[in-house]
């Protein structure tokens, strides 16, 4: 079985910080391309992040500054550090990975809500 599994999840204050992490398992994680997304209530899901393979990254403009993706692939886990919190962050954040031989796949989501 080739799944992600994503945790880090929860309740946070404004301007709080968060650090997701998505493991997974059954697969070579180290050739994978990974990204975050995110689904906001009543919005489209939205990339965040992006990390290839080969470790160059990608950010949507407004998370540039805040969020940081970076990968382990001893432990093959990829994660989503974010920092200064926001109200419009609260969203379900999902991994994803893009395999050239196969087609993505997705965890479960993980909730972030961030209100005083």
């Known amino acids: 079985q080739v799944q992600l599994v994503e945790s880090g999840g929860g309740l946070v204050q404004p301007g709080g910080s968060l650090r997701l992490s998505c493991a997974a398992s059954?697969?070579?994680?180290?050739?994978?391309?990974m990204n975050w997304y995110r689904q906001a209530p009543e919005k489209e899901r939205e990339l965040v992040a992006s990390?290839?393979?080969?470790?160059?990254?990608n950010y949507k403009e407004s998370m540039k500054d805040r969020f940081t993706i970076s990968r382990d692939n001893a432990k093959n886990t990829v994660y989503l550090q974010m920092n200064n919190l926001k109200p419009e962050d609260t969203a379900v954040y999902y991994c994803?990975?893009?395999?050239?031989?196969?087609?993505?796949?997705w965890g479960q989501g993980t909730q972030v809500t961030v209100s005083s």
């Open positions: 994803n990975a893009r395999r050239y031989y196969a087609a993505d796949l």
């Open positions: 990390i290839t393979s080969g470790g160059t990254t």
């Open positions: 059954g697969g070579i994680f180290s050739t994978w391309n």
